[in-house]
């Protein structure tokens, strides 16, 4: 079966929480985070903690856009606090803008003094940065969010103190920070998309390792998984259209 460059990067998400173990996935920034989470449950990482989307805790990954019908557990708003403050949780939330050491912005563009738009404010992104594993999902790559140098810092990148931020997957690449700097390097690229592309798309310099691999296509069971079980209805094509 050939897999669609939305389910390449479901894969990559799900990638993401690869030996994790017992710690909540928080997969906040959209369709496709939130169907790698569950894929890892289902598949590699049974251990993982997933919700409805609400505080419950399901017994087995729930479909995009179903409630739990099966509830092991409930997850206040003050025991996800909890957790936040003891690092038992890796979150992927979504930048509106990134640089090269991973700090982020969803807060406000242009001088935060008096901005051209205001977006959502810091939220949890500081907490989140320095005490949680964090990823980020980028569904669309461009140099508008991979700036030199973001307006406003939300979450702390490695030049700031941030715990790890293990990855970003975006709609044409795998990036992480694993150079001697903290710098972001270039881990794979997506099957169809060039190095070039990347770079292109890129406010800023990437660390770019002599062989950059293609990232990885999902099995024939991950695509059974996502298509027949997690995602029938095909939320995931509306992120990332073919």
């Known amino acids: 079966m050939t897999a669609t460059r939305a389910e390449i990067c479901a894969v990559a998400c799900a990638e993401l929480f690869r030996g994790d173990g017992e710690i909540v996935a928080a997969a906040v920034a959209g369709f496709v985070p939130m169907l790698g989470s569950r894929l890892a449950r289902a598949t590699f990482e049974p251990d993982l903690l997933t919700t409805d989307g609400g505080p419950a805790l399901s017994a087995e990954p729930v479909p995009l856009g179903r409630q739990a019908t099966d509830i092991e557990g409930w997850l206040p708003f003050r025991d996800h606090l909890w957790l936040v403050l003891n690092g038992r949780r890796h979150v992927v939330m979504g930048p509106v803008q990134i640089d090269a050491f991973g700090n982020t912005n969803i807060s406000c563009i242009g001088d935060w003094k008096q901005p051209t738009r205001q977006l959502l404010g810091v939220r949890g992104g500081p907490g989140n940065t320095l005490l949680n594993t964090t990823s980020y999902w980028v569904p669309r790559h461009s140099t508008r ?35 001697p700097t903290r710098r972001m390097r270039l881990r794979s ?29 999902p099995t024939s069971d991950e695509l059974h998984v996502m298509r027949e079980v997690l995602d029938p209805k095909g939320l995931r094509e509306r992120e990332v259209p073919s």
């Open 189 to 217: 690229v997506h099957p169809g998309v060039s190095i070039s592309d990347v770079v292109g798309n890129t406010g800023f310099e990437l660390d770019i390792p002599a062989d950059v691999p293609e990232t990885r296509l």
């Open 145 to 179: 969010v991979f700036t030199e140098k973001v307006d406003f810092v939300s979450g702390v990148g490695h030049d700031r103190g941030a715990h790890e931020i293990r990855a970003v997957v975006t709609n044409l690449a795998v990036l992480d920070f694993a150079t």
